[in-house]
Nanobody, 122 residues
Framework: QVQLVESGGGLVQTGGPLRLSCAAS????????MGWFRQAPGKEREFVAA????????FYTAAAKGRFTISRDSDKKTVYLQMNSLKHEDTAVYYC???????????????WGQGTQVTVSS
């Protein structure tokens, strides 16, 4: 079992930054990939970015590339999502997830956090 707890969400103005954290515990060694997804009201949950614990390899969706940065601190078992130049359309609940491989496919991630709300005011 892997437990994930997100934090760092909140209300931010358009153009501002926000950093999300995801603290992992349990059998984290069993899952190499950590991903961030988001879900806006009335929309499907979508992939944002992912990183591997081992090599630190990253992958971003087009909407996140250039504005968001995913990173990890293996000692703290924590993954971060630094979000800059936030837009109103970034408003969503952001979820952290753990999976076996670096992929954009939601079904490949089998452990999920409870989510943290990010609201970008225009």
């Amino acid at each position: 079992q892997v437990q994930l707890v997100e934090s760092g969400g909140g209300l931010v103005q358009t153009g501002g930054p926000l950093r999300l954290s995801c603290a992992a515990s349990g059998r984290t060694f069993s899952r190499d990939a950590m991903g961030w997804f988001r879900q806006a009201p009335g929309k499907e949950r979508e992939f944002v970015a992912a990183i591997t614990w081992g090599t630190g390899r990253t992958f971003y969706t087009a909407a996140a590339k250039g504005r968001f940065t995913i990173s990890r601190d293996s000692d703290k078992k924590t993954v971060y999502l630094q979000m800059n130049s936030l837009k109103h359309e970034d408003t969503a609940v952001y979820y952290c997830a753990a999976g076996s491989s670096l992929t954009v496919w939601r079904a490949s991630y089998d452990y999920w956090g409870q989510g943290t709300q990010v609201t970008v005011s225009s």
